[in-house]
């Protein structure tokens, strides 16, 4: 099951529990206003309102176990979506170190007096023009070099990766065991409390 199915599911409980514990308070809430008007109320809906307090009490441990288990499915998808973003910025990270090493070798090309392609000398031009103009002026004391380089930019290829970290999170598998979900059932509570 992925991640976001089940969370969709346990919400949907957790909602389910919320009508429930709402239904069980107005019918102890009820009771309570049955036991101050009825003579005797203390005794004759004692056993009724230890039934309703015990069920309130349940419908909340199920409410505090499901919201656990949502907690730890956000938790897994918070990872997920953090490791492709990860991924992103290494890959980021990556290419601007090679972008950079192949900037400073144009600029040490060109200080040699060597002629590069106009794209290379286009690049450096636009990180840095005090590094092309530095490198020129050493191009000028070097000017005695006939080598002659290729673009260090040719082979390069769009990747072509892309990166989607919802659509990663989205995908996901829950890599836990979910336990069944269930809202109990009271109402045969509800028939044995009227208001009068």
Do not use: C, H
């Not at 056993?47 to 730890?72: G, H, M, Y």
């Not at 600029?107 to 286009?122: F, L, Q, S, T």
Request: charged content about 40%.
């Amino acid at each position: 099951m992925k991640i976001p199915e089940a969370q969709k599911i346990y919400r949907a409980n957790r909602q389910e529990l919320i009508d429930q514990r709402k239904l069980l308070i107005k019918r102890r809430d009820e009771l309570e206003r049955k036991k101050r008007v009825t003579p005797n109320g203390s005794e004759l809906f004692s056993e009724e309102a230890a039934t309703l307090e015990l069920s309130i009490n349940e419908v909340n441990k199920k409410f505090d176990d499901n919201q656990e288990i949502l907690d730890k499915l956000g938790e897994q998808y918070a990872a997920v979506w953090n490791s492709e973003v990860a991924k992103q910025q290494a890959d980021a990270m990556e290419k601007a170190g090679i972008d950079m090493s192949k900037i400073m070798e144009v600029a040490r090309r060109i200080a040699d007096g060597a002629k590069v392609p106009a794209k290379d000398e286009e690049k450096l031009m636009e990180f840095s023009m005090e590094l092309y103009m530095a490198a020129k002026n050493m191009a000028a004391m070097n000017a005695d070099k006939d080598e002659e380089y290729d673009s260090l930019w040719e082979d390069e290829e769009e990747d072509g990766q892309e990166y989607d970290p919802k659509g990663k999170a989205d995908s996901a598998e829950v890599s836990m065991d979910l336990p069944e979900i269930s809202v109990p059932d009271f109402s045969s509570a509800e028939a044995s409390v009227s208001v009068e």
